[in-house]
């Protein structure tokens, strides 16, 4: 496989050289001096895009641990949660409440479109018992490109009493989340998506209310305690089990290109980037899944043409151009493709994804005149 592909997946994303000399590094004594420094250094960098002051831990697990690990750590069995799903994320944070003997209120909004707040405001006002002790929430639904009103909810949330536990795994880095000006309790994400690097890392932050809840759950649980992982890292800047070290020296470099960028400017590169490839789709005459309104700066949902047989197309596109897309999941996995734009994207990786997509798709007997997509991005990048 040629080395330089055009990798415009949902994540793990392309890691740019940097970031992997920087994972070639040597290991080191797991208690020592050099992983004290970088665990302090990366800590404090993650409170920076997480945007908080807040407790920020670390932890051995992809994404979905770190969602377990957000309700094991805050709830007992048979709390009522209140989970928010527009899409196959959402509905996994269900689905992990539901395996965990929670009391699961799942509230299904439709795939493409967000979660509606009113709605919303109707449940949780109708709660006077306050018996929903938390509400799960996507941030970006990345199975259809849905960004949802975060800032909203967590405030209807606040004004109920329950924890907000979110899932930010398709976001932080990459889509613009305010941990502590929002509000929110528990924000779990990943390495691998919006920050760049190898998987092997999820990171949470913690809010003093959700620290209340932690010292009232009643699940039985040995490595996600999260009070063994605050106590080690305030009292030896360390993890209290061997952390992954390989992914940690990545992420560290990640958020090193992330900050030299300034992260305001990383946001507004994937708006504009976003911005760019919706207006190429659209003019090579590809319906796009999801309204600009609510539409995720970090992934895209393309409706297929019925015609066309995607999994061979995407192969096609894939071997012959060069430019990596990812499938549909859930109940879009035959309807749609995914166009991932998180990380180290740029202009040239829309320019570069967009004309293969013509070529194929014209192969594949699209009537898409060639250019027409690429013209429409280069113009929303000239202005
Ligand atoms: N949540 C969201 C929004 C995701 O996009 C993903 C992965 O794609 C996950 C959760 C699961 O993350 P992981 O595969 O790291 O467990």
Redesign the pocket.
């Known amino acids: 496989m040629k080395e330089k592909r055009c990798m415009l997946l949902?994540?793990p994303v392309y890691t740019p050289e940097r970031i992997r000399n920087a994972m070639s590094k040597q290991m080191v004594e797991r208690r020592g001096e050099d992983i004290k420094q970088l665990s302090k250094e990366l800590i404090r960098d993650l409170k920076k895009v997480f945007k908080t002051e807040r407790d920020v831990l670390f932890f051995v697990?992809?994404?979905?641990?770190?969602?377990e690990l957000a309700l094991v750590n805050t709830l007992s069995p048979g709390d009522k949660v209140l989970a928010l799903s527009c899409g196959n994320?959402g509905d996994?944070?269900a689905d992990i409440a539901v395996a965990m003997g929670l009391n699961v209120v799942v509230e299904r909004f439709p795939s493409g479109k967000p979660v509606d707040i009113d709605c919303v405001r109707k449940i949780l006002q109708k709660d006077e018992e306050k018996d929903i002790k938390a509400v799960l929430i996507?941030?970006?639904?990345?199975?259809t490109g849905v960004v949802n009103d975060l800032e909203a909810i967590s405030q209807l949330t606040r004004e109920h009493g329950a924890l907000s536990l979110v899932?930010?795994?398709?976001?932080l880095g990459c889509v613009d989340i305010r941990t502590d000006e929002w509000g929110l309790d528990v924000v779990v994400s990943?390495s691998?998506?919006g920050l760049m690097s190898a998987?092997g890392i999820?990171m949470v932050s913690i809010s003093p209310k959700a620290w209340e809840a932690v010292e009232k759950s009643r699940y039985p649980k040995y490595y996600w305690d999260i009070r063994r992982f605050k106590k080690f890292n305030e009292e030896k800047s360390l993890t209290p089990y061997t952390p992954a070290m390989t992914a940690m020296y990545g992420l560290k470099e990640a958020l090193n290109m992330v900050l030299e960028e300034g992260y305001e400017n990383v946001l507004e590169r994937h708006r504009l980037i976003t911005k760019a490839l919706r207006a190429g789709l659209e003019a090579i005459g590809l319906e796009l899944l999801v309204d600009e309104a609510y539409a995720s700066p970090s992934?895209t949902a393309v409706k297929f043409p019925e015609t066309i047989d995607s999994t061979a197309w995407r192969k096609a596109l894939r071997n012959k151009y060069w430019v990596s897309t990812a499938g549909g999941l859930g109940d879009l996995i035959d309807t749609t493709f995914r166009i991932g734009h998180m990380g180290y994207i740029g202009r040239e990786d829309i320019i570069t994804g967009l004309s293969g997509i013509e070529l194929s798709l014209r192969e594949y007997g699209f009537p898409v005149e060639i250019g027409t997509g690429v013209a429409a991005a280069q113009k929303v990048f000239a202005e």
């Open positions: 949902p994540g697990a992809s994404g979905t641990g770190g969602m994320f996994r944070f996507t941030h970006n639904e990345t199975s899932d930010a795994v398709s976001s990943a691998q998506k998987p999820a992934v």
